[in-house]
């Protein structure tokens, strides 16, 4: 049995990359060798962070699943309010994946025409000030993703931006 997990999600520490394997010992030594050609080793500290974070108190874990839910919740009535978009609430991760394909093929207030998941976040960016990334990054076409790993009074600010952007193609 091998099982593989990481601390980026669970303890918040999206950034530190780090994640670790248990299982037979010759299975972690091939995984260790094919490993060690792919990336490089990771830091003392983050290595330390992650072990306090798996050896410390959880109940924190359960308090940032409250907030994460929350805030998905908030998003997810938020941007299905928005016409030309839609999403389904994720089950597990903090960022949401939002349908734009009713989108592709309008225009923009500027006279541009929105051919794409890519231009769809470009004009996110540019008009609305807010930053997304185009589902074709991961042969996900027509989506778009965004996190909800903010604050509500961020969030609430960026849907309320969408929403202008939106409401304003034709």
């Not at 874990?61 to 999403?87: F, N, Q, S």
């Not at 807010?130 to 909800?148: D, E, L, Q, T, W």
Request: net charge negative; glycine share 10%.
């Amino acid at each position: 049995m091998l099982t593989v997990n990481g601390v980026s999600k669970s303890y918040a520490m999206t950034g530190w990359r780090l994640g670790y394997g248990v299982g037979p010992a010759w299975l972690i030594t091939a995984i260790n060798t094919l490993q060690s050609h792919s990336s490089s080793c990771p830091s003392s500290i983050s290595q330390a962070a992650a072990v306090a974070a798996l050896t410390g108190d959880q109940s924190v874990v359960a308090d940032m699943v409250e907030t994460y839910r929350e805030r998905r919740d908030l998003v997810v009535k938020l941007i299905g309010d928005v016409p030309r978009l839609g999403c389904t609430a994720p089950h597990g991760a903090f960022y949401l994946w939002i349908n734009c394909q009713e989108a592709i093929g309008a225009v923009t207030p500027d006279g541009r025409t929105l051919e794409s998941d890519a231009d769809v976040v470009l004009y996110l960016l540019e008009d609305a000030g807010v930053a997304a990334i185009h589902g074709g990054a991961y042969g996900a076409s027509p989506y778009f993703r965004i996190s909800f790993a903010a604050s509500e009074d961020v969030l609430e600010q960026a849907c309320e931006r969408i929403a202008r952007a939106f409401g304003a193609l034709v």
